[in-house]
């Protein structure tokens, strides 16, 4: 089956960079992906799939039915939609035009793969004849750049009898042609962190009257990077950013009130328990210190991706035999970069891969960069290898059965 499936998505690489394309350059920004939930609905509704919008706000759920109802054995395949707030600075004939928005992070790219694997599977159980065992359900999930998007599809049920779940991420540093797979943990568990400061108000010029809350801050967050690198397991990372900082009214008075905020970031299930009662007590035992009050609100976003082991095989023996094993890399550490793909795999077991979309032999702009760009027959190599896993879960499913 597999030359088929290689022949099936071959014939539709035109339409994938045609499709690619028209999402690249009408990107839309996190809850905001009305058009692009709109033409994705179309291109599904042309292949014969009955099409859900709005589900999770902007998303849109679309399956391909099995030979039996949905069982709790539905095999979901997710991908994300939206675009970022950054101006993009590359030339090209489809560059976004929406401006200040740009997919600078592949997701335009990921959309594609995931229209692109319904198209070849929809096309494959015409020419066999039969359908799967059960049912393939395609999340296209809003606002992931926002942490937001699978809770809400998930809020909608999207997850209601779901047995396994496939995601894909774009990954510049590794070239297209290749996938990058790593078995547990894939990305960082990520929280908003708020710290707000309370000191009292004075002239500048008479320090010893007020309470300053810019000087406390400071220090909160000088002692937050000293504390963490003694006081938390080093072989358990975890990064604490403070992003931002606003407070003062005017260069001669004294600041009453600071807000800090920043994101969170840890790899084991330990560490992130602790994170916010850990941060909680050194702000407010600083403040204390110096007469000052302080409020830490902390916020949950999504935890760490946890890559399937056996999920995780099924995918590198299926890329192994339809690209070459010298197509795969393994992955050897984690990124502490998030994705809220976590939250599905809460529900159930899933695996996310790397998809290579670097150049050979020229510069490739990191994600979330201005310049990013991707090789575009990276979209082949992506269709071809979720189709495929797609398939053979469902071979080893009926065998299993």
Known sequence: MLPTIQKIAAKLS??????????????????????????????????????????GKTGVVAELEGKTPPSSNILAIRTDMDALPIAEKVELPFASKSPGIM????????????LGTAMVLAELTQLAEQSFP???????????????????????GVMA??????????????????????????????????IIICGESGHGA?????????????????????????????????????????????????????????????????????LPDWITRIAENICTLHGASCT??????????FNDPALTQLVA????????????????????????????????????????VGFPERKNHPLHHAQFEVDESAMLTGVTTMAYSAYRYWQTSQKES
Request: aromatic share 6%.
């Open 14 to 55: 035109p339409r994938l960079i045609e499709i690619r394309r028209h999402l690249h350059a009408h990107p839309e920004l996190s809850g905001q992906e009305y058009k692009t939930a709109a033409y994705v609905s179309g291109v599904l509704s042309s292949y014969g799939y009955q099409v859900q919008e709005m589900v």
């Open 134 to 156: 059960s049912t393939t359900r395609f999340l296209f999930q809003p606002a992931e750049e926002t942490a937001q998007g699978a809770k809400w599809m998930i809020d909608d």
């Open 103 to 114: 997919h600078a992070c592949g997701h335009d790219v990921h959309t594609t793969v995931g």
């Open 161 to 194: 009898d779901v047995a396994a779940i496939l995601g894909i991420h774009t990954f510049p540093s590794i070239p297209a042609g290749t996938i990058g797979l790593r078995r547990g943990a894939l990305t960082a568990a990520a929280d908003d962190l708020e």
């Open 206 to 274: 008479r320090p010893h009257q007020a309470i300053d809350a810019i000087w406390i801050a400071a220090q909160v967050i000088t002692q937050l990077q000293q504390s963490i690198s003694r006081t938390i397991n080093p072989l358990h990372p975890a990064v604490i950013t403070i992003g931002q900082i606003s407070g003062g009214r005017a260069p001669n008075v004294i600041a009453d009130k600071v807000r800090l905020t920043g994101t969170v970031r840890s790899l084991h299930s330990d560490t992130h328990t602790l």
């Open 317 to 356: 023996d299926c890329a192994s035999e339809a690209l070459g094993s010298d197509r795969i890399q393994w992955i050897a550490d984690a990124s502490m970069g998030a994705e809220d793909f976590a939250n599905f795999t809460d529900i159930a077991p899933g695996t996310m891969f790397r998809l290579g």
């Open 296 to 305: 830490v609100n902390y916020t949950r976003k999504c935890n760490s991706v």
